[in-house]
């Protein structure tokens, strides 16, 4: 079809003329007449599309690249007018054809989709049930396995819990830490008084056990009717408990510091009520009075080597005393005899002046003299005063570190000489003194002073040890604090030379 002009049709001026080679209208062209072969109408002829050209290869550089882009160009408008020259009515059957293909691709792969959709789901749904049957076993095997670990669990819990019972805590350390300062069950006077009574219980004991009164037996007790026979078996076997219970008891005396006391007395308690557990069938058991005499001699025992171990170090600080002591004396002695040696030099020359009539070297060897009274005056009085000496504060940062000190005092003349006999090959470093301090009562300031730093002490059981956990700050603040008059010099910070210069990397 197309549009005809009615007649007498102008076209309207203001149009103007048509371009060159344009119409105002275009002839209709006729359908193409159906081909028609003996099966009826024949489909047309199939569309043949001419092919697409291929990309030019480009050139190097940006010339060549423009050059292939436009030589491309030129190919597909060529192309293009190719195409549109085609026959629509082909174009238009062509792509029928291409569709009714598609469609029945799209159907075939549909249905072989469904169908490997279905084969999957079963091989998965096979699978499945597989798996789900091999988690049921392997949950009931767990739940086998967990019913026997807890019933394994109950009973070492309650083997745990009945040897708990049995056993006693025996580690040092652990008994170290608990002990704390040792309390004596049996308060005497020395080491001789303890022996005394631990030999008394020991006798009661003994008579106890001549006496049969050791382990309770039932009254009568008969083997295949026979008294006798029973009587004799009741015999060997309380002879072998009571064994049994005297071997153990024996062991831990034999084995007793004062700190494990507790845990042999609790030892002890629990071996007794072992023994009474065997004899149960035959009423066989360690009477109570045995067993408190037992008790008693591990208290004396205990007490006892506290008691050894107090007059042991009782005579090491007297002997230390003494011999602190002997060497003061000595000073003394020695010190005396020089200035008593210096006075009789002074005196004969006094003396030979005299007799030249010298009166200018008289009063001079005479003013010698008074202050060689003098002196010898001060070291008789020191001699005779037991209480006058010096208050040494000293440290001894590489061995104790820098937060220790150790107040002690000395009668010598010389002090520094006890400092460095503390000094000696027992620690890897010499003291540093921070203070020396001289009074006439030093046993007074000593005693303040460690009143004073109580709190501090390294020590708490042997108080003649003389460390503190302080800085020599802190008991510069006390010594200030208790009477500013006694300190004259003092040196915070501690020289340690040896420390400082072994600290040095070579």
Known sequence: ???????????????????????????????????????????????????????????????????????????LREWAHQ??????????????????????????????????????????????ERVRTELAQERARAEKR??????????????????????????????????????????LGNVVAYKARLATVKDKMKAMVRAGDAVLTPVAWTVNGSARSGAKMLRDHSRLMLRAYNTEADNLVRTMRPYRLDSAIERLNKSRE????????????????????????????????????????????????????????????????????ERAHYRSALDRVQGNGDAAKAEELRAKLDQIEVAIDGVERREANTRAGYVYIISNIG???????????????????????????????????????????????????????????????????EFFYATPAEVREVLEKIGGQHLIEYTEIPEAPEWRASRQEP
């Open 1 to 75: 079809m197309g549009w005809r002009p009615p007649p007498g049709w102008i076209p309207d001026p203001a149009w103007g003329p048509p371009p060159p080679g344009w119409a105002l209208w275009v002839p209709v062209q006729p359908e193409p007449p159906a081909d028609h072969g003996a099966n009826g109408p024949t489909p047309a002829t199939p569309l043949v599309l001419p092919p697409l050209p291929q990309p030019t290869p480009a050139g190097g550089g940006t010339k060549g690249r423009y050059q292939a882009l436009t030589a491309d160009y030129a190919r």
């Open 83 to 128: 195409v549109m020259a085609l026959d629509p009515f082909q174009v238009l059957a062509g792509a029928e054809r291409v569709r009714g293909r598609l469609a029945d691709d799209i159907a075939r792969e549909r249905a072989a989709l469904a169908e490997e959709t279905e084969r999957v789901h079963a091989e998965l749904s096979g699978e499945a």
């Open 146 to 187: 967990l019913g026997k670990l807890r019933t394994e669990e109950r009973r070492v819990t309650e083997k745990l819990a009945t040897v708990r019972e049995q056993v006693v805590t025996t580690e040092d350390a652990l008994l170290l830490q608990e002990a704390g300062l040792y309390e004596y069950q049996h308060p």
């Open 274 to 341: 072992m023994i009474t557990r065997l004899g149960k069938t035959e009423s066989i058991s360690i009477s109570d009075d045995y067993h408190e005499l037992r008790i008693e001699e591990l208290e004396l025992t205990a007490d006892y080597q506290n008691k050894l171990e107090e007059e042991k170090e009782l005579a090491r600080a007297e002997r230390e005393r003494q011999r602190e002591e002997q060497a003061a004396q000595r000073e003394f002695e020695r010190e005396k005899a020089r200035l008593e040696k």
């Open 399 to 465: 061995a104790f570190g820098d937060h220790m000190i150790k107040i002690g005092m000395t009668r010598r003349l010389e002090p520094q000489d006890r400092i460095r006999e503390l000094g000696d090959a027992s620690v890897p470093f010499r003291f540093d003194a921070h203070a020396l301090i001289f009074s006439e009562d030093a046993v007074g300031l000593e005693t303040r002073l460690h009143h004073e730093l109580d709190d501090r002490r390294v020590n708490r059981v042997n108080l003649r040890r």
